[in-house]
Nanobody
Framework: QVQLVESGGGLVQAGGSLRLSCAAS????????MGWFRQTPGKEREFVAA????????YYADSVKGRFTISRDNAKNTLYLQMNSLKPEDTALYYC?????????????????WGQGTQVTVSS
């Protein structure tokens, strides 16, 4: 199966920006929708953004609309999340995930492969 590895997390001041990347090892990357989720201690994994296999359809959680942008480069087997105007509430472990089908996955059960996560910490 495909393996996913996130990178790009770190410590940033409120109002700053980060760009997360997710590298997929498999050649089937372009056939599936992809998503970003995040999780903080004591809370369930939360949907952040998702994109269709072709990149033509995207969805965002209300909390990040207008600030985050999801994109993908199928030729490079890479998924991205551009995060602007970051808030302390965005602090979490961010995961990329592969959907089960070509549509954008917006639920935990809609994904069948996960990365190990990359930590994003936003200071006030």
């Amino acid at each position: 199966q495909v393996q996913l590895v996130e990178s790009g997390g770190g410590l940033v001041q409120a109002g700053g920006s980060l760009r997360l990347s997710c590298a997929a090892s498999g050649r089937t990357f372009s056939s599936y929708g992809m998503g970003w989720f995040r999780q903080t201690p004591g809370k369930e994994r939360e949907f952040v953004a998702a994109i269709s296999w072709s990149g033509g359809t995207t969805y965002y959680a209300d909390s990040v609309k207008g600030r985050f942008t999801i994109s993908r480069d199928n030729a490079k087997n890479t998924l991205y999340l551009q995060m602007n105007s970051l808030k302390p509430e965005d602090t979490a472990l961010y995961y990329c995930a592969k959907g089960r089908v070509n549509s954008p996955p917006r639920t935990f059960n809609g994904c069948d492969a996960w990365g190990q996560g990359t930590q994003v910490t936003v200071s006030s």
